[in-house]
């Protein structure tokens, strides 16, 4: 048994491949039986009718809400694929196919009159905080989308006609960016970051068909991202630059274009798209992601949606699903690329937190926003996010595991369930999790082979997890190092067992807003002066971010007094009835006890219901 290096370009299982239960399976299942079966069934669904004649001919009104069709599309064919339900793929067959007969001969797909088409150049754009055009489009926004979920309806059911489809709307897309004199920075919001998310279908469409044209209109909406000074994604205009610098620092469209540089870069190997992937990246991860790791900002700024300036804090920050969605995205495409932990534990921690802090118990609800404290509110019919959880949970199952090289199969996500992987050096291997995670912190992995095998198995161990154990076959296993890979390498058995033990305890986190003001002593010499300062405390276990409901039924907010050493009055108690994970109890002594559940279930997963995350702490005392 040995240990060796980590191999690079991970490829994710099909979704039929992986099976998730427990909290996860629960809210995939939710996710299929709700929002996808019930918000598009067929050509007559309002989110499809869009694209009929009779409305798109006379539509000049600069909605979004033709994005629906796509990211339906791509939840949808994966979720038919993972769940093996023919009526549910029948379904997925027919709304793709109306959408396909709605395709002009240009190739055009979309909800815009003629005029008001992306293809047609149109007004300067106006002055504005955002750098939109004059009349706002999300016509290559939709576009877009509709490549993706034409892609994924391809590849789960096996129709070469979607193929076609998305195909055709690439050409469309790279003659009006070269022959046709458009610049796609010109289409969009947010000093064009709106549509040059186009990035991605576009190197997604060269990553499936091998064809030049597509990685020249990759390129082509790269270069001209490139050409804007507020958009410039080069690795050399991204030194120093924070994330909410960038355009107008959009967490949702940053992220997405970032999933675009780096499907570029799985493309074309070009170092500095990477580069530029991962400093923009490590600056979201520093400092603008909530604790329960969605992108965070919106707070004292004109929009709800964009990172705050860095080092800003408040507990009543916005997290967009849409957000986490991308973010999730981006981790994935970096966790292939790079094959490093760190991005398997975004992926998880979002997902645990922030992703299913959002979503309904009944798969069809979400939040539009959530916020560390504040109220669980489920959004409207057409808002964007309802369709970006459901494509974000159904990232989940393939994002699971992943075999890297000839002989390596990495675990990066825990959860009940089980996989059957195609490993070259050893044939199928099924792979089977018995653990309780997320609320427990022991796992069990049973292997089975048709014959003895040699590879290495690799074993994501959380940052949070300093002492973690494991086993095979009950023989202790050394090398465990949190926020790192340990691999085994031996020659596997059909029933050899795997143990885990992650240590879960409740861990206090601190954070401070705080606010300060610039000036000259009478020597010139700069001076900075704090004019205000709040700190907060907030509660984790494993992989959880903790919250409370109101505080004694009524307030939304608490200042605490906490002991030298607070872990002395954290406690850790059984779920609750009706509850899922284990609550902890804050025992202070001066007031009744205050009880904390995990994020996403905290307060109850009803519409109205309050969520508190973040305690505001007592000031030291006067001269301490």
Known sequence: MSAGPMNAAAGFPAPSRVRLHGLLGAALAANLSGRLSHFIVDGGSPAIALFGAAHKCHNHEGDWYGEHAGKWLYAAARAASRSGDAGFAGQVRGVADFLVAQQEDSGYLGTYAPERRFTIP?????????????????????????ILGMLEAWRWLGEERYLTCARRIGDLCLQALTTGGIDVTTLGNHFGMSATILLDPAAELYLATGDERYLALARRVLAQANARAELNLLPQALAGTDAAE????????????????????????????????????????????SLGGGPWGGVAHRSREVFNHRGAFSPYGYIETCSTFSWIQLNREL??????????????????????????????????????????????YWRCCKSSGAMALEELPGAAWSVRGADEIALN????????????????????????????GAVRIVLGLTAPAQFTLALR??????????????????????GDWLRIRRSWQDGDVVTLELPMLPTL??????????????????????VMRYDYAA??????????????????????????????????????????????RLNLGYRAPLTFLPYFEAGGRRDGTWRLTWMQLAPPEQGA
């Open 122 to 146: 149109q007004p300067p754009a106006a002055r504005s905080w955002d750098g939109a055009p004059a009349k706002r489009t999300w016509d290559i926004w939709t576009h877009s989308y509709l």
């Open 246 to 289: 960038i355009a107008t620092g959009k967490a949702y469209q940053l992220c997405w274009n970032m999933v675009g540089v780096a499907k570029l870069y799985r493309a074309t190997g070009e170092p500095e798209l990477l580069e530029a992937v991962r400093k923009v990246w490590t600056s979201i991860r520093t400092y603008h992601l």
């Open 335 to 380: 966790l292939a690329i790079t094959g490093d932990a760190q991005y398997a534990e975004e992926i998880e921690r979002a997902a645990y937190n922030d992703l299913l802090g959002a979503q309904a118990p009944n798969g069809e609800d979400w939040c539009y926003y959530i916020y560390p404290n504040g109220k669980r509110v489920y959004t409207t």
């Open 413 to 440: 996500l825990y959860s009940p369930g089980e996989a059957t992987l195609e490993l070259p050096a050893a044939g199928p291997v099924v792979l089977r999790q018995e653990t309780a995670y997320p609320f427990q």
């Open 461 to 482: 161990m959380p940052s949070w997890a300093a002492e973690a154990q494991a086993t095979v076959n009950g023989e202790r296993i050394g090398g465990a190092t949190a």
């Open 509 to 530: 986190h601190r954070q401070v807003s705080q606010n300060t003001q610039e000036s000259l002593a009478p020597d010139g010499s700069p001076v900075a002066q704090q």
């Open 539 to 584: 509660i984790t276990r494993g992989p959880l971010v903790y919250a409370t409901g109101l505080i004694d039924g009524f307030k939304t907010e608490e200042t605490l007094r906490l002991p030298a050493n607070p872990a002395a009055v954290l406690e850790l108690l059984p779920a609750p009835e009706g509850c899922d994970g284990p609550a902890i």
